[in-house]
């Protein structure tokens, strides 16, 4: 397998892969090498036909802080051109995992705010750690969750996405399951036992059948289009370049309240 820098893959006998997010000391935030490996993984593993199942996971205490600071940071100061282009790799990245025509199980073993929560939305089944938490925390820092936004739509429905998608607060494992983020909550002790329950049912399935279900569940549940995608990169693009996104980003680094923020 392919030897990445963010990520750390480990296959199983059974064609079992679990690619873990591997920048703990950053809590696992996606920045552009990240965002890169991730979509090269996917379409590796979605073309090797002895990949049966794939977990999707995290080292350390998060399993992903959504994007990096410093990597959102240099998009406000980049040119148009430089812009568009991160903001369609993210997008891209996504779409590739949501694609993936096999089973990806999240293993969801901390945190997830933002981009994590985007990563969880892409999975076919999360399990989380009852301990984790998790949040749309995008409009603290002036920002919108864009090229997120239809997969975490598509996995909570709208009625569920709009009790947390623009108020930024933190919640727990069992409202992510009332949301419908996650499946099932469960014990940090038995994370694995519950992630090694949702695979084992795939490993007497027909790979090209899970395959063409899973497009089909897609299709059928109203495919993400490139409309759709088009629109939110340029909402992100628009935030980027907004007056409060600079302000939150700068708040962030200089460890104070944004002007909108109580108390200010």
């Not at 809590?27 to 036909?49: F, K, Y």
Request: proline share 4%; aromatic share 6%; charged share 20%.
């Amino acid at each position: 397998m392919t030897a990445y820098d963010t990520l750390e893959l480990e296959r199983d006998a059974r064609g079992v892969v679990t690619v873990a997010l591997s920048r703990p000391e950053k809590h696992n935030a996606m920045d552009a090498t990240m965002i890169g490996e991730l979509h090269h993984c996917a379409e590796a593993l979605g073309a090797d036909p002895e990949v049966r199942v794939v977990v999707l996971t995290g080292q350390g205490r998060s399993f992903c802080a959504g994007g990096d600071l410093g990597w959102m940071r240099a998009q406000m100061t980049a040119d148009a051109a430089t812009r568009a282009r991160e903001a369609r790799a993210l997008a891209e990245m996504l779409g590739a995992w949501n694609r993936l025509p096999k089973p990806v199980i999240g293993r969801i073993q901390g945190q997830a705010f933002g981009g994590g929560v985007g990563l969880m939305s892409v999975c076919d089944v999360a399990i989380g750690s009852a301990s984790a938490r998790f949040g749309l925390t995008e409009t603290r820092l002036g920002l919108i969750p864009a090229t997120i936004g239809p997969y975490v739509v598509a996995r909570m429905g709208e009625a569920c996405a709009r009790r947390v998608f623009m108020s930024a607060r933190l919640f727990g494992a069992e409202e992510a399951v009332a949301l419908g983020l996650l499946a099932r909550a469960v014990p940090p002790e038995d994370l694995d036992a519950a992630i090694e329950a949702e695979v084992t049912p795939y490993l007497a399935t027909a790979p090209g059948a899970v395959a063409e279900a899973k497009a089909l569940a897609l299709t059928l549940g109203g495919a993400v289009s490139t409309a759709q995608i088009d629109a939110t990169i340029d909402a992100l693009i628009a935030r980027w370049e907004s007056d409060e996104a600079q302000e939150g980003i700068d708040a962030f680094f200089a460890k104070r309240k944004p002007r909108w923020a109580e108390g200010n």
